[in-house]
């Protein structure tokens, strides 16, 4: 469903000359749809007498310069650092004035994928009515007494520094929220609302608002802003952290246990840092009864239909970066399913097949038949010829797919490449995978399979040999990374070996050597598949496929446009400090024969 609201305003004078309020709306430009939508409502201090402009202004910065923000910002850390600055501007302008002139309460909504933001300074109010109950989602920073019920604890441009309420919280379909002024909510009980917002539009509402007010004997100025969620959008990365960083992390589950209406069958995996269980949807069954029938409430085996849970190992549980990394899989899987790599990718499941809403944190993803190609290795020791080919194109079509997205894999091995019973092969397992919208933590990780890690990533550099791998800058995966451990991935299939030898989690990846040819391991590989793999798992970058469209085709091409020989890497680029070495030897040698030549040979 697409993200579509119904929002109405309006504001009037009332028995006062001036109309000091001042709200607004503003609906996202086109690129920027992952900001949200934002509405916000000021009341202006009228004591001073720029109540009018302060709210203005307030109002309109925060509108315009929210969409000036990072979209990779938190929500709440936007709106914090625009209100700030407009704070700052106003507060400079009143330290020059005694009295304080330009003064403002502002309450403001962002309703971005499935979520709110509400920032809240002053006695304008919020309130959300959902399912039929009207709830005050806001506090009001004003004195608690009759006599100064409208002197104002806290407003906008009073200090220099300004402390701002933020309350965060899931959205549904069907959600209003209702943004008033003090002459209307001061008026209104809170009761009326929900009658007076049960109109066919938000507009008609906010007018229906501020009209009953006025009635009521409002003496201020009188305004209302009201919102309907009419659709939602995706989940946000935003969505997603937040939930990982609320929910709790599920305890060790076993065969028989169930979760939110999903029944576990079998443990898959667990790597000490996520854990991962075969479920099925369970129903409720009734007691008929019987003794040997489950009792009133329990749970059954539903359709059969299987599923992935994923989540955390519940040692890693208060590990919030860990659990940022997992919020991160979960959408980016959601994002691309909307896209042409959903083909080659697990699906993932926003919602429960069994219903519920979650209870804890975790992935659930659908479960597919088959194999992955380390099972096929593992039992066939090594694969056909032709086999290994079809597997390598339809792995290097779903990187291509990957890659327009500007998605890396990341770990691109033969554990993470699933062929299917259905015979669509699949990557798995996005858990490091770079969107440009990981944590920073993520992103500087050394992540990946030590054994399918490109030299860069290692600070080797074919240009400068293995020896400058050491103090070498390390760079950050990209496309070629995922090319490379590919590469790697296509010669262990032929060869059953790596073109580099296998590399131990505590150890570093060893380039001091030119691959030996898969032929050698395997005759039946044919010459043109030599050059392709060679080039493919080549020690310098610059030798290498530059894109999964051209290892496609080189594969596609076969022996008809093979590829010319990869040149040998000369021993100097390979280690510069060679020649050294060498003269080392040479010298030990001269000096050994010196030796021998002084003691005993004749005078």
């Known amino acids: 469903m697409a993200f579509e609201l119904d929002i109405g305003f309006q504001s009037a004078a009332g028995s006062k000359a001036v109309n000091e309020d001042f709200c607004a709306a503003m609906l996202p430009a ?39 923000t990072p979209q990779t910002w938190d929500t709440t850390v936007a709106l914090d650092r625009v209100i700030s600055a407009q704070n700052a501007w106003l507060a400079g302008i009143n330290r020059r004035r005694h009295p304080a002139m330009g003064l403002t309460t502002l309450t403001a909504v962002v309703l971005r994928g499935q979520s709110y933001a509400l920032a809240h300074v002053g006695d304008s109010r919020a309130y959300l009515l959902r399912e039929g109950q009207t709830r005050q989602m806001t506090h009001d920073h004003a004195v608690d007494h009759p006599d100064f019920q409208h002197q104002l604890l806290r407003a906008v441009g009073a200090e220099e520094r300004l402390v701002v309420d933020y309350v965060q919280g899931d959205l549904q379909v069907g959600d209003v929220f209702i943004l008033l002024t003090d002459g209307v909510h001061g008026a209104l009980p809170e009761r009326r609302l929900k009658v007076l917002v049960d109109k066919p539009s938000a507009q008609l509402a906010s007018e229906a608002l501020v009209e009953a007010a006025l009635k009521a004997g409002s003496r201020d100025n009188a305004s209302a802003l009201v919102v309907r969620v009419l659709g939602l959008l995706e989940a946000t990365l935003e969505d997603e952290s937040r939930a990982a960083q609320t929910l709790p992390i599920p305890a060790r589950l076993k065969v028989g246990d169930s979760i939110d209406g999903l029944l576990v069958t079998a ?72 896209s042409r790599a959903a083909d080659h990718l697990v699906r993932i499941h926003a919602d429960l097949p069994s219903g519920q809403s979650r209870s804890a944190f975790y992935l659930l993803y659908d479960w597919h038949g088959g194999e992955t190609l380390q099972q096929i290795l593992e039992r066939q020791h090594r694969l056909k010829l032709p086999q290994a080919l079809a597997l390598s194109m339809q792995a290097l079509k779903a990187l291509s797919r990957l890659h327009r997205q500007g998605v890396i894999h990341r770990d691109i091995k033969p554990a993470n490449l699933h062929q299917g019973e259905d015979g669509v092969l699949r990557l798995l397992d996005l858990g490091v995978a770079l969107s440009g919208r990981e944590p920073k933590s993520m992103r500087a990780l050394h992540a990946g399979t030590p054994s399918y890690v490109n030299p860069e990533q290692w600070g080797f550099n074919g240009r400068l040999g293995a020896q400058a791998g050491a103090d070498a800058p390390q760079e950050l995966p990209d496309a070629q990374s995922d090319l490379f451990a590919l590469g790697a991935t296509l010669y262990q299939l032929l060869t059953t070996r790596l073109p580099y030898g ?71 680029q390979r280690d510069p400090a060679a020649l050294w070495e060498a003269g080392l030897a040479l010298s030990v040698l001269l000096n050994l024969l010196l030796i021998y030549w002084l003691l005993f040979l004749p005078k």
């Open 30 to 68: 086109p690129g920027y749809e992952g900001m949200g939508a934002i509405a916000a409502i000021a009341d202006g201090v009228s004591r001073g007498g720029m109540g009018k402009e302060a709210a203005q202004t307030t109002v309109i910065s925060l509108l315009r310069d929210y969409y000036g």
């Open 267 to 338: 443990p898959l995996a667990d790597n000490g840092i996520n854990v991962l269980y075969q479920v099925e949807v369970v129903a409720p069954t009734l007691s008929t009864g019987v003794s040997s029938l489950p009792p009133e409430g329990a749970l059954a085996p539903g359709s059969g239909k299987q599923y992935v849970l994923k989540t955390l190992h519940p040692a890693r549980a208060h590990d919030q970066e860990e659990r940022a990394m997992l919020a991160h899989e979960a959408w980016l899987a959601k994002r691309m399913q909307s």
């Open 502 to 572: 296998e590399v131990l989690p505590y150890q570093v990846g060893r380039y001091y050597r030119d691959p030996i040819p898969p032929s050698r391991h395997n005759p039946e590989i044919p010459i043109w598949l030599d050059h392709v793999v060679l080039k493919a798992v080549a020690r310098d970058k610059r030798k290498r496929f530059e894109t999964a469209e051209e290892f496609l085709l080189a594969l596609e091409r076969g022996a008809s446009r093979p590829l010319s020989a990869p040149q040998a890497t000369p021993l100097l």
